[in-house]
T-cell receptor, first 110, second 117 residues
Framework: AQSVAQPEDQVNVAEGNPLTVKCTYS??????LFWYVQYPNRGLQFLLK??????LVKGSYGFEAEFNKSQTSFHLKKPSALVSDSALYFC????????FGAGTTVTVRA | EPEVTQTPSHQVTQMGQEVILRCVPI?????FYWYRQILGQKVEFLVS????????KSEIFDDQFSVERPDGSNFTLKIRSTKLEDSAMYFC???????????????FGPGTRLTVT
């Protein structure tokens, strides 16, 4: 079975500092990896995906993620965090369905 | 920008009652999904739907659940006889491609919060 793990329940950073949200995956075959963000009282919004090609994937709102096959990781990054980035972030892996991680709550303080 | 919509935003029902949760997927999408998120837990897959039939379902999706696309726009999830443990946020999603095109990202609606009392 395919799965992802998000080892951190919470990440706290100061505005302007780099933000990293960690994700590791376990799949058989090629991974199809996604990041979603959930703001309060909103649905899950697609941020970016890795299917194949460049290991560094760029997505919405200045986010990027690095696919690392040897470490089976797909960490989400943003070079300079904003207060408005405070939200719940989910990593997911897909075959016919999305399998989500438990989520990481990001708090960016002013 | 097209988006997935869901109604109602919050549904309160008594145990044993039937509920229908409604979704309008993005108009040119072909694959439809329901997920749920029990408070404090992971988002879990329930069912996928394509070409007017269920393509995959999880062990959660038992005989109490059914899905339907009654017309060209709506996609519904019915729970026949609700239990307390059905209380959760239910998300509808749609995608242009499905498992055959694994790259297809799924677009999610805002969710329906179901409370069973």
């Amino acid at each position: 079975a395919q799965s992802v793990a998000q080892p951190e329940d919470q990440v706290n950073v100061a505005e302007g500092n780099p933000l990293t949200v960690k994700c590791t995956y376990s799949v058989s075959g090629n991974p199809y990896l996604f990041w979603y963000v959930q703001y309060p009282n909103r649905g899950l919004q697609f941020l970016l995906k890795y299917i194949t090609g460049d290991n560094l994937v760029k997505g919405s709102y200045g986010f990027e993620a690095e696919f690392n096959k040897s470490q089976t990781s797909f960490h989400l990054k943003k070079p300079s965090a904003l207060v408005s980035d405070s939200a719940l972030y989910f990593c997911a892996v897909r075959d016919y369905k999305l399998s989500f991680g438990a989520g990481t709550t990001v708090t960016v303080r002013a | 920008e097209p988006e997935v919509t869901q109604t109602p935003s919050h549904q309160v029902t008594q145990m044993g009652q039937e509920v229908i949760l409604r979704c309008v997927p993005i108009s040119n999408h072909l694959y439809f999904y329901w997920y749920r998120q029990i408070l404090g837990q992971k988002v879990e897959f329930l069912v996928s739907f394509y070409n007017n039939e269920i393509s995959e379902k999880s062990e959660i999706f038992d005989d109490q659940f059914s899905v339907e696309r009654p017309d060209g726009s709506n996609f519904t999830l019915k729970i026949r006889s609700t239990k307390l443990e059905d209380s959760a946020m239910y998300f509808c999603a749609s995608s242009l491609s499905g498992a055959g095109g694994l790259s297809g990202e799924q677009y999610f609606g805002p969710g329906t919060r179901l409370t069973v009392t």
